[in-house]
Each structure stands twice: as C-alpha cells, then as structure tokens.
Nanobody, 116 residues
Framework: QVQLVESGGGLVQAGGSLRLSCAAS????????MAWYRQAPGKERELVAV???????YYVDSVKGRFTISRDNAKNTLYLQMNTLKPEDTAMYYC??????????WGQGTQVTVSS
C-alpha cells in the first residue's frame, strides 16, 4: 500500500505563501484522484482541492484563486501552492489518494499556521 508523507507546512504571516508537498512511496498513476484536505481545531476535516490523473481540478470556494493543486506523476508527488494566506487557512493539511471520490490513503499531515 502506498504511503504518503507531507512537508512544507509552517508559520507564515497573512498574505504570505507556502508550498506543500506530498511524496508517495509508490506510483500515484494508479490513483485517478489525489487531494488535499485540512482540519482546523474543533472543526471537521474538509476537502480543499482535488486533481485527477488527467489534470482536472476542483477547489473549495474559500481557496479558489489562491491555492493551486498540481501533481508530478514522474516524481510521485502532489503539491499545493498556497498564496495570499489568511488566518482562517490555519489547519493541519493532509494529502490523500482517492478512489471513486472516496479518500483511501492518508498522510500524517503538516501544520500550517497563518498569523494576522
């Protein structure tokens, strides 16, 4: 089973940028969908962005125009470029593989904290 390891989180001021990476231990070509989720303290985990094998993308409304999801199939890596960060983006961010729209494998998460 593929394992996922996120990196790139940290503390940033509002308006700043971060780039998250998710390295897979095996080929991600087997997964049509890969996604980023986030969970803030006291809140449920929410879907942030999805990318298909063909490059189609979906974003939750709150991050549209600010976040960009991408994948490098040759490097078995998923990315999330986050620009114009807001305090409400503060959360633990997780990458996941998806099968038929359902998350299957999760990473351990990387913390993103945006200060005002």
């Amino acid at each position: 089973q593929v394992q996922l390891v996120e990196s790139g989180g940290g503390l940033v001021q509002a308006g700043g940028s971060l780039r998250l990476s998710c390295a897979a231990s095996g080929s991600i070509l087997a997964f049509n969908g890969m996604a980023w989720y986030r969970q803030a303290p006291g809140k449920e985990r929410e879907l942030v962005a999805v990318i298909s094998l063909g490059g189609n993308t979906y974003y939750v409304d709150s991050v549209k125009g600010r976040f960009t999801i991408s994948r490098d199939n040759a490097k078995n890596t998923l990315y999330l470029q986050m620009n114009t960060l807001k305090p409400e983006d503060t959360a633990m961010y997780y990458c996941a593989t998806r099968v038929n729209g359902t998350p299957k494998t999760w990473g351990q998460g990387t913390q993103v904290t945006v200060s005002s």
